[in-house]
């Protein structure tokens, strides 16, 4: 599988080179890192290459590295079920930076996309209804940045007066917010309210 994989990471340079930036195997995994650019052009080549033949898109991630300049890393798996093979395309994307829709490529990839947009906020151009698609209607802010507060910004709750659920700005309550660092498998010892009484006997 190794002996396959250089070939593999080998054809990739050199048929695609203007495209790769840089390539790699590491755990038996080929990961090469492309321009953002050359994302429509490279997945064809990928699929139509009959040295490749990844004809099966399996998913669309991303991930933030908020310290970097190119902060984002839009990151594809593709599958070659001819050659039993998976490669891992990834492009460093900026801050606001579009990036080109596959979709007519691989028309799978339009709920991936969505789902890449909502969770991060990268746009891609040339996707047919780039909406939102987990989080609700008129949501601020995308999930999984790494800015994102983990409390999110606000809740729902029942208003007894209006008769229906309505949004308002997250509360937490201090008191309610106890942390414990404990192994959950050596058991925590927690001093419910009542408990001093029955020590003081």
Known sequence: MSEALNELKSLVEMKQSAAVRR?????GELTVHIVPAAIPDFTEFLRNDPQCLFTQMIDITGADYPDRSRRFELIYHFLSMRH????RVKADMADGEIA???TAIHPSANWFEREVFDMYGIRFSGHPDLRRLLTDYGFTGHPLRKDFPT???????YDE???RCIYRPVSLTQEYRQFDFMSPWEGAEYILPGDEKTEAK
């Open 23 to 27: 390539a790699s195997i590491s755990n």
């Open 84 to 87: 039993n093979q998976r490669i």
């Open 100 to 102: 080109p829709s596959i």
């Open 151 to 157: 409390s999110g910004y606000v809740e729902m709750v």
């Open 161 to 163: 007066v209006e008769k």
